[in-house]
């Protein structure tokens, strides 16, 4: 075999191993891994076994040529076995004067050599032995678990057994070269064996999953649940991954015949353990996460040294001409070049963080406040809605803006969210989105109310569930002071939690794109409603529908079928899927974060870019009832995430007071019968300095079957964090803290157990029972977490620091919490209606969903005066700053986000309701008169 040849091939080695180490982690292929390693192994046979009969000589074994054999089968008295010392050299070894040592020395190589082979096995068992941890399970989007899942529920598996299979198989590949070395390798047979066994076992796994197809008949929906977008996704994430598989296998056997085992097995291992710190070295480049550089650069200079003493061996074995001193330089030198990153890292600050994003945060509220209250009067008004939205305004606009001056209502020309939501359905005709309507509302399976407005007045529909018929009071009440206005038409409402509706991404442009043309070619003359508007609005029947397309995916994964679904095809969340918890996707959080810190709320609710939210909220793991569509359609909502196209509007929650801000002062005297504590909202300087949550694991359902969904759910880890850390290396916690001596700041490593000992105050607990749990997760999580009796939700007021969640779908809880005079922590998927009116940094306090910036920025504000790996630790607090935003959020939740403007809002989104379900809608809109109040 000519050395050009060698080269090539040797090249298809490294690029196969380095791309598949590279891709492995974000590859949609190991969402359905049994599926993947079939498609791989046949197509890695069938190209061995191709290749091995058009091109028989390439895979002939050379003339002896001094290479040496790692595993000698034959005695040593068959001459064909003799390896690349002569008897001659062997007699005058004996002479010197270190005989006795070479014999030893060789022996002991001799055994490394011989038990070289099953190297990686060995590996992959002392991970799985030592390193393997709990992490969050993997959850299948559809269907429910089956038993594949239960086995495997780390990821990290799928590598530890691809190790080891590979170790078997390099085994057995050099069992069977050296047993029939003349038979097989001189006839270039071997590599058709080989292509056999891989074939067959790949038809093994193919009968398996037959028998299982059969047996199991509860999991079919699992083994054939390649439908829609996701089956395209991951048809061409698993043929890249096949023919990358192909490459490496094809190439192995001939480097195996070429070089021996030991030199395959080690040339992977550098390139599968470079590659994943290469790839951390060149993209972290902030402090944060701290990288010890010491670190990254001795590790490189180890797999180096380690790579360069085996070269010698192998060679003054082997008798094979050494590499040159000129090569090894460049060798060294390219090393220095791959980790010359750190060189450049440092994990020391001038300044906090939060110093700045508060700073930039007071800079973007007021120019939002200067934005978007620029009208005075109704013309001006006029004139900044069509400024903006390039269409004139609704009809009865006037009758809107008299309203919302009479409510004093700050925000008048600002309602971009609305413009979003309602943009669509630009592009569909009035008459489908009466039809459409009418269908989802009349089949009850559906959880769909409507609210019919006829001649200026809001009734329920008769088929309203009874259970959420204080929701639909809410609304009605809602909307009562403006109903008159309300031209006649009918609205569907979601009953449930969770949003229904999310239409792919190329739809949702395509009819954003239509919806904007139509806008741009309208000619609006100025009419008002149509008449006999009651007439177009077909009744809702008396029997109940059974048509439907919302499709019920409760107790299952929804990420990819109903989140990154409205991605670009383009975007993280469709393309690098995240297999593994066990580490942090810190690609996922730098796109919206300075540092360890949310730097932009509303880019950090867009989950395109974060493929590891769909194991981190129940939402996608497992939500309690979804009931979701991929096709438009005309459903209101409380809230939604990024994504989604529901229609946002005021909850009906907040507006009845289901929580409220009610604080009461002490009554009576302290020590007398009739005296009442109260639960007075103290100043902020008064307030425990505590981070305070209650609440109940109403996020998701863990559904008992071994699966543990529950770990991912963000009010488990909120409450697993600060209660249940431990000394494990999975419980560590990074820290901004200050160097006294420097002025600096710098990202610290710190122990679950040392975060403990630095004095952070949290009172964050479930209450009462596990709720939406079944079989073992409702043991475990109780006995995991611990349980607390529930406490008056105005005693949250006693509290500085108050931390909102989601639940199953938006927080109620956020409101009530604005209005107080304690600082609110808020994370949060769903996205509500008020949402472009807060200010992160300003308002209040946000928080990732991955919950690694909690302590640090409790740190901040509260301060600590504790110990730190045995000694005195403290950092100032910044009451004034937490005091400050807390006031901020405050005064302008009482400006912006009243009752008052709950109805300003909603009479505004029935308005243009009501023009895109009018016939006429592209002659429709307010046209300002001169002397129009």
Known sequence: MSEQLDNKIVGVLFASAALLAHSYPSSFAYDRPIHTLVYGLALAGFSLLSLAQSYPNLFRLPAKDGVYAQVAIKDESDDESVDSYDLDERKEAITEPTAIYKPLGSLFLRVLLVLSVFLPMAVALYDALRFQKPVITVVEDCPDASMYETIYEDTRSYFAAFLLDFGLLIAFLELALHGSLQTLGNRGRGPVAWAHIIIAASIFWIIVGLIYFFVKPEDRGWLMALSGPFRVQWFKAAT?????????????????LRFGALALTMTLATILTSIPALKRTWTAQLPFPPMPTKGTILSFLLIYIAWLFYERINQSVASRRRTGIGRH???????????????????????????????????????????????????????????????PPPPGFDKWYAYARSRSCVIL???????????????????????????????????????????????????????????????IKMIEPFQEFLPDMDIAFNMNDEARVAIPHEELKYLRKQGEEI??????????????????????????????????????????????????????????????????????????????????????ADICHQPDLAHLHGFYLSPAAFKASNTLQPVFSQSKPHGYNDILYPSAWNYMDKVRYFPLDPMGNLGEPDYFPGNPDIPFSEKKNVLFWRGSTSEGVAEGIGRATWRGMVRQRIVYLANNLTDASYDNVV???????????????VSGNDVEKLGLLMDIHIVDRIARCGGVDCDDQAEEFGLVQPTDFQDHWQYRYLFDLDGAGFSGRFLPFLQSKSLPFKTALFREWYDER????????????RLHDVYSTLAYFAGFNGTLHGKPAWMTPHLGEAEMIAEEGRRWAEKVLRKEDMEVYFFRLLLEWGRLTDDNRDELGYIYKPGDA
């Open 240 to 256: 890249w991954q096949a023919i990358l598989f192909s490459a490496l296998f094809v190439s192995s056997a001939y480097s195996i």
């Open 329 to 391: 330089i460049l060798y060294f030198s390219v090393v220095m070049i791959a980790v010359f990153p750190s060189f450049l890292r440092t994990n020391q600050m001038t300044f906090h963080p939060i110093d700045l994003l508060i700073y930039n945060a007071r800079l973007q509220h007021n120019n939002y406040v200067q934005y978007q209250t620029q009208s005075h009067g109704l013309e001006d008004a006029v004139a900044q809605y069509r400024r903006r939205y390039s269409i």
């Open 413 to 475: 020309d600002q309602y971009d969210q609305m413009h979003e939501d309602l943009l669509p359905w630009r592009s569909i005709s009035p008459s489908e989105i009466r039809r459409l309507t009418t269908e989802i509302v009349s089949n009850p399976w559906n959880e769909i109310c409507g609210i019919s407005i006829r001649n200026g007045n809001a009734t329920a529909t008769k088929n309203a569930i009874p259970t959420h018929a204080w929701m639909l009071e809410g609304i």
């Open 519 to 604: 806008e741009a070619s309208a000619h609006r003359a100025g009419l008002t409603w149509s008449r006999e508007r009651n007439e177009t609005w077909s009744p809702v029947p008396e029997e109940p529908t059974t048509r439907t397309t919302f499709k019920n995916l409760s107790f299952r994964q929804t990420f990819h079928a109903f989140g990154s679904v409205g991605c670009d095809p383009k975007s993280p969340a469709r393309k690098k899927p995240i297999n593994s918890m066990a580490t942090m996707c810190l690609e996922c959080s730098a796109p919206h974060s300075m540092g360890q810190f949310v730097a932009n709320w509303s880019y950090a």
């Open 735 to 749: 820290l901004l803290l200050p160097k006294h001596n420097t002025g600096k700041y710098e990202y610290e490593l």
């Open 838 to 849: 807060l200010t992160a940094w300003r308002h209040f306090v946000p928080q990732d969903l």
